[in-house]
């Protein structure tokens, strides 16, 4: 079994606190950083229960990703350091898939949307996590690993580094990194594209680390500064309430299955898209990207008909 | 007993940074009507109001709309708004208590909203919106029988 704490993000605690005073200050001071009392209490709860919840299912995910190692993994990678280097690569672009599909698929959303339902965008952002992870089991997408022959242990350290990576760039207290950083890591400016509901920026910046993944596969939006971000979700919650904001896309799933007329319409309220609907009564961010450009071919045509 | 003193330290910390952010940002917001208009047909270009409702402690806006189906709502969340287009029907009783009007609605994300009306005819159109959902409930019992 590899020797590598499994219990970093215990450890990180201190210093999460420590850089949110910091921010509070320096961002205060230049007017970049805002914080909000109730907000800042409600991401907090949501981190520090992130951290017991999913815990009472850690046997279920433990359990199984050492079953699978354990019996059906093609090699043994052992824990040498390429091992541990190729283990971080790999974690985080797996990671970059489970955080694609948790906005691409309504049951990982059920989970995810609670990252995402703060109208702030500051380092208490960061911490705002689901209760509710493995419910969604985003967990098994980074299975693949363990048949290859990554001990699961890895790739847990490997995923808690990974999510420690992702708290520093949660602030407006930093505009841009140096270029050559900007082009390969995840920054700051990447990443408030990706807490955006401008339908420009919907859908884009999925990276945990390396921005790298999202300019592979299509995802990449820049930040433009003259389209400012509006952070939140399509339709904010209208309560700080943790339990609701933990369980409320969940209820709405749920809501939605006592109304669906076939098996079909069960399996894409929680497969398809969040707000796909059959009538398509709501949004999807695709039809929401659409209606946008619609509006811009159509301002755009206006413009040239006066000219 | 590690686990409890971390428990304890993140629960002093959370407390600590609330703290901090209070001090730091203290809550001045308000909403008025201008600005609860503004953000409302922002993302409701296409709605037609009627009447406009906006409560004392600026805190909430209601707004009726042509389409009676419908309700346009404005929320002060902190410091920041939630701008929410609901069914009529998803009004589902009030709470009166003097001058204040616990609006309830079937929305899990938006349980109820609050309103400080001293006009009477206000206070008279919003508790009109919860005696609709008492009928709407009603109707539906009397359907069901
Ligand atoms: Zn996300
Ligand atoms: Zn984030």
């Known amino acids: ?307 | 007993m590690a686990k409890l003193l971390i428990l304890a330290g993140s629960i002093l910390g959370i407390a600590l940074l609330v703290v901090m952010a209070k001090y730091l940002w203290p809550s001045r917001s308000a909403l008025s009507k201008e600005h609860a208009l503004r953000r409302y047909t922002h993302e409701n270009p296409d709605d037609k109001i009627s009447q406009t409702i906006v409560s004392n402690d600026a805190g909430a806006c209601l707004f009726l709309l042509e389409d009676s189906h419908y309700l346009g709502l404005v929320y002060l969340m902190g410091d920041r708004l939630t701008v929410r287009r609901i069914p009529r029907s998803d009004v589902s009783g009030a709470l009166v208590n003097d001058n204040n009007i616990a609006l309830t609605l079937n929305d899990f994300t938006m349980p109820q909203i609050t309103f400080t009306l001293d006009s009477l005819s206000d206070r008279q159109v919003i508790a009109g919106l919860a005696s609709d959902a008492i009928l709407h409930a009603q109707n539906k019992e009397v359907q069901n029988a």
């Open chain 1, 1 to 307: 079994m590899p020797d590598l704490p499994q219990n970093i993000l215990d450890f990180a605690a201190p210093f999460f606190i420590a850089l949110i005073i910091l921010e509070m200050f320096l961002g205060r001071r230049n007017g970049s950083v805002v914080y909000d009392a109730k907000d800042t209490a409600t991401s907090l709860i949501m981190g520090l229960g992130s951290t017991i919840f999913p815990a009472l299912f850690g046997v279920i995910v433990v359990g199984s990703s050492l079953y699978l190692y354990e019996n059906f993994r093609l090699f043994d990678l052992g824990s040498g350091w390429l091992t541990l280097i190729v283990a971080f690569i790999m974690t985080d672009f797996f990671y970059y898939w489970i955080h694609r599909f948790g906005h691409r698929i309504r049951w990982f959303w059920a989970s995810h949307v609670i990252h995402h339902s703060s109208q702030h965008y500051n380092l208490s952002t960061a911490l705002r996590q689901t209760w509710t992870g493995p419910i969604s089991m985003g967990f098994v997408v980074y299975m693949p690993l363990y048949l290859l022959g990554f001990h699961p242990f890895i790739v847990f350290f490997m995923h808690a580094l990974n999510l420690i990576y992702q708290f520093w760039f949660h602030t407006e207290a930093i505009d841009k990194c140096p270029n050559w950083f900007e082009a390969i890591m995840n920054t700051p400016s990447h990443h408030r594209v990706h807490h955006s509901t401008n339908p420009e920026y919907l859908d884009a910046n999925y990276a945990g680390v390396f921005i790298v993944w999202d300019k592979l596969f299509g995802t990449f939006v820049p930040e433009d500064k003259s389209n400012p971000c509006r952070y939140g979700l399509v339709s904010n919650l209208g309560t700080f309430n943790p339990i609701r904001v933990a369980l409320h896309e969940w209820v709405a799933i749920f809501k939605d299955w006592r109304h669906a007329k076939n098996l079909k319409e069960v399996m894409l309220y929680a497969l398809a898209p969040p707000g796909w609907t059959p009538d398509g009564s709501r949004m999807t961010s695709d039809m929401i990207k659409a209606e946008w450009r619609e509006k811009q071919l159509a301002i755009a045509n206006e413009k040239k008909e006066e000219a």
